[in-house]
RNA sequence: GUGGGAAUAGCUCAACUGGCAGAGCACCGGACUGUGGCUCCGACGGUUGCGGGUUCGAUUCCCGUUUCCCACCCCA
């Protein structure tokens, strides 16, 4: 048997409307501020996520789909092609082959699948969805400005809230300027030098590869050294530090709760300055719903021009799964207003103009089996979840009056067709 | 990529030291031929993930493999 590959899987009612209920709130959330869609390939030329996401990280490193696409003529190579490991590369790209900033165009998001090779576990997936939004464009646009970190965040505690995620905690911290950065790194070396002969096996090998890396350790012994270590809120130039604080200041006006976390760091090479998580104690060893931050120098690294830009990514199948946990999936299902029965085969045409007229009046109507004596019709009805049943029978066509049962009171009349549709949406 | 656990009916799970593969739920039918949910009865359902080995005999023990789960790595 032929089975989905591994990491990947298929999403299934009822859990489809689930997905369907998130991405509705986010649109329409991600409307009120004025987000427009893009949609982009899910695959690009390998070079744009070499040089965006960093050749040094496990994604490029290790975690790619690529392959040598086939030439024009049989003897040419392609290029090298890859499944997009995340679509902020995709989005910038796009913003760049198209000049969006000529046509006003600095708020977007994208609902999509990203594809990365790794070890599959629980709400971790080889296939996975992710829903992000980027602001970006020309300085002169304000995209610097910290009134747009804000925005965002207030924006994403906004969705959590609607989509009734309780509990949930905003990280918040600066890696500032590549500038500030380089020197915290040196800095951060040095410190290590002398102390990180007595920690983990990992740390050791972060504090040569990737020594920010080191805040993420979770070894109990480590945690004394590494609460000594500099931290990068002491780095950050004077325009850094403003733009952080600035940020802050307009989370405390407008009511976003935020703790600040200076271990907080970004594993992708682009990011500057805010870099934020949002968190969630449900979720285990996977706590992080969504995280993001702001990648200034993106858009030149790229090619393009200079355009600052801020944006997050959600783990969409990691948010369903919280969902699931917490709050009452079964609500989101829209169940059938009315199940159609009709009585045998000369009923099916009835019925089918019954049905007809019923669903143009925005009800959602089930059509059921003409061969299914009369009991089993309620039988399935009931199994359906179907409000009303709909008895379609010779006499009821005959006096072009129906048969109309409410399968939760019981109550059944006689109604007229021309009433139907009226009284069916009445009790719904 | 590393380490560990698991895999038996559609689902959730049993099956002693190796001895006839089972239950509940679901599904289908009947009791009840134009009135559901409850109840009762019956039927259906299996390459025990896959491949090999040991054995008179393997769901059980061994090896390999695949997938899932957990912890790493890393990340959303």
Known sequence: MIKAVRGTRDLLPPETALWNFVESAVRDVFRAYNFQEIRTPIFEETALFSRSVGEETDIVGKEMYTWQDRGRAESDRGQSLTLRPENTAGVVRAYIEHKLWDRGLNKLYYIGPQFRRERPQKGRYRQFYQIGAEVLGPPSAGSESPARDAELLEMLATLLDRLGITGWNLELNSVGCPNDRAKFNEALRKALEPVVGKMCADCQRRALSNPLRVFDCKVPEDQPIIENLPRISRFLDEPCRAHFEAVQAILRTVGVPFTLNDRLVRGLDYYTRTAFEFTHGALGAQNAILGGGRYDGLSEALGGPAAPGIGFAI?????????????????????PDVYVAPLGARMNPDAARLARELRRHDLVVELGDETFRLKKSFEAATKAGAKYILIVGEN???ADAFALKNLETGEQISIVRSELAGKIQAGR
């Open 396 to 398: 009821e066509v005959k």
């Open 315 to 335: 783990g969409e199948d990691r948010l369903v799964l919280s969902l699931q946990e917490s709050a009452s999936a079964e609500a989101v299902v829209r169940r």
